[in-house]
């Protein structure tokens, strides 16, 4: 087990471009989640999915982004027509199907780095 | 709407002494306060939790302490080491939206040899 990988680790794009990003969660873990933090910020909650079903979304997640999880197993966050204020870490989590999130928290991945020029 | 606050940016204390970490909440509704730390290029990684039900959780040299009425929770390290430096956070979820994590904005530890 290696973990939640993220890819890529950094992305530079120009405004107006569409970028997508991939998260493997632990194997098995059915709970994955998207943050986005920024600058002096902590990471703000963008989506969550249990299995294939998403959940919840954040008023955060505009029209132009998109998050899947088809077959319940990796996840993809679409951005489109990127602006400047997309620049951030986005950030992907893991938990197990059951129990309180308090008792073991999310496992995270190392996040992408985007940056919109 | 900032519903959990950490109002100390950076800390630095001696490798030894007591590094003590505040965050401030404004939501009643908040039942499950966790702590990560992160390292820079790494996401964060979990610490320890309390529920409210508690005032005390203590695992090794970490300990958090809830104070419900006053809203206001601290992370205690005793006693600090050189590779607690890192970023801290703490985090909040309540029952209705369990997997859902509010975060502070975080502060800075400095442990100096």
């Known amino acids: 087990d290696t973990g939640v990988s993220q890819d890529p680790r950094h992305k530079i794009t120009k405004r107006g471009q569409n970028v997508t990003f991939r998260c493997d969660p632990i194997s098995e873990h059915n709970r994955l989640y998207w943050y986005r933090q920024t600058l002096g910020q902590g990471p703000e909650f963008l989506t969550y999915?249990?299995?294939?079903?998403?959940?919840?979304k954040s008023r955060l997640l505009s029209d132009r982004f998109s998050a899947e999880r088809p077959k319940g197993s990796f996840s993809t966050l679409e951005i489109q027509r990127t602006e400047q204020g997309d620049s951030a870490m986005y950030l992907c989590?893991?938990?197990?199907?059951?129990?309180?999130?308090?008792?073991?928290?999310?496992?995270f991945g190392s996040g992408t780095r985007l940056t919109v020029v | 709407d900032q519903q959990v606050k950490q109002n100390s940016p950076s800390l630095s204390v001696q490798e030894g002494r007591i590094s003590i970490l505040n965050c401030d909440y404004t939501n009643s509704m908040f039942d499950y306060f966790l702590w990560y730390k992160k390292y820079p290029a790494e996401g964060p990684t979990f610490l320890i939790s309390i529920s409210s039900i508690k005032d005390k959780n203590e695992d090794g040299r970490f300990t958090v302490f809830l104070n419900k009425s006053a809203k206001h929770l601290s992370l205690h390290i005793v006693p600090s080491q050189p590779g607690d430096s890192a970023v801290y956070f703490c985090a909040a979820s309540d029952t209705g939206t369990a997997s859902k994590l509010t975060f502070g904005t975080g502060t800075r530890l400095q442990v100096t040899l």
């Open positions: 999915f249990q299995n294939e079903a998403q959940l919840e």
């Open positions: 989590a893991s938990s197990p199907g059951t129990g309180s999130v308090a008792n073991y928290g999310y496992t």
